[in-house]
């Protein structure tokens, strides 16, 4: 991180029982680091004042006007850690969504690779309840649309999951688990075991 391009500097200040608690909370991560970093002199002989205070002094150290301290945001870092929290909730609606929509335990363990406790903790969240057995499919004609809907969707999305969203927004009357059925039912036995194997990620 450089200071001048990565960095966001606020001054500290204004909430003494803030302050003081963060004083604290530095020196105990001196002592822990067994001394003070490496520092010109009158930086060293300020962090060794600060240290020697005692528990009251720190808390009035706390309640100056001005604390001396500042809260250095890493803009850099910071932007990576909301794209991997906005990819976590991308993630979790996704599941959501599957969920509610009937997919399948197999589908959802291999599409996110979520624990069989993970999809029954959901599936209770959201009050869903699946039937047994292997779902019936719709009407020739109807699959042959599916089909066709599921082609035209590939060309603009690779990730199958997303994809799946997609479709079942074309044919919201049928669960997840009857459209997936529906895109495999000419699948070899072959074919099959590798989608099983894969990472539902079409590269196509």
Request: aromatic share 4%; glycine share 6%; charged share 25%.
């Amino acid at each position: 991180m450089t200071p001048t391009e990565d960095a966001v500097v606020l001054p500290i200040a204004g909430d003494p029982l803030l302050v003081g608690a963060l004083l604290l909370r530095v020196m105990a991560q001196l002592d822990d680091a067994g001394g003070a970093p490496a520092a010109p002199a009158a930086q060293c002989a300020t962090i060794a004042g600060l240290r020697a205070l005692s528990p009251a002094e720190t808390w009035r150290l706390g309640g100056m006007r001005k604390s001396g301290l500042s809260l250095v945001i890493d803009t850099r870092q910071l932007a990576e850690n909301l794209r991997a929290l906005r990819h976590i909730n991308e993630e979790a609606a996704l599941v959501s969504y599957f969920v509610r929509h009937g997919a399948s335990r197999a589908m959802l363990h291999a599409m996110f690779h979520v624990s069989h406790e993970v999809i029954a903790r959901q599936r209770r969240r959201l009050g869903v309840r699946l039937g047994q057995g292997r779902p019936a499919l719709p009407d020739k004609s109807t699959r042959d649309a599916i089909h066709r809907c599921w082609a035209d969707l590939g060309r603009a999305e690779a990730d199958m999951r997303r994809r799946l969203v997609q479709l079942h927004h074309r044919f919201s009357t049928y669960a997840l688990v009857v459209l997936y059925a529906v895109i495999h039912e000419f699948d070899t036995p072959r074919q099959s075991n590798c989608r099983n194997r894969s990472h539902y990620i079409e590269q196509s």
